[in-house]
Nanobody
Framework: QVPVAGSGGGLVQPGDSLTLSCTVSQWYLLGWFRQAPGKEREFVAAVSWPGTRKEYARAVKGRFTISRDNTKNMAYLQMTNLRPEDTAVYYC???????????????????WGQGTQVTVSS
């Protein structure tokens, strides 16, 4: 099953919150990446299968929360206290892995969803 970046993107003001969602299959770990205009794609957060380990980029730690609901085959990125520098196209990505395995490099992921735009502006 290929992950798909579902609903959640949009235009918000600084300090607002947004939640992005993505489908994810059993035995797949899930990562979120983002790409701002003129910049390279960067790691945001990742969650292992079945969800015991999580990792965050320093820029979002404490503001973003990654989670998964394995009963629904869904993963989420809850973003709070959004800042203008969070503006980017957000991608979810997945790869099959053993329980507890976690990856943060773009090249480690084999399945990519289409991006969803998040714009933070007043």
């Amino acid at each position: 099953q290929v992950p798909v970046a579902g609903s959640g993107g949009g235009l918000v003001q600084p300090g607002d919150s947004l939640t992005l969602s993505c489908t994810v299959s059993q035995w797949y770990l899930l990562g979120w990446f983002r790409q701002a205009p003129g910049k390279e794609r960067e790691f945001v957060a990742a969650v292992s299968w079945p969800g015991t380990r999580k990792e965050y980029a320093r820029a979002v730690k404490g503001r973003f929360t990654i989670s998964r609901d394995n009963t629904k085959n869904m993963a989420y990125l809850q973003m709070t206290n959004l800042r203008p520098e969070d503006t980017a196209v957000y991608y979810c990505a997945a790869r099959r892995g053993v329980s507890g395995a976690l990856y943060t490099r773009e090249n480690d992921f084999t399945e990519w969803g289409q991006g969803t735009q998040v714009t933070v502006s007043s």
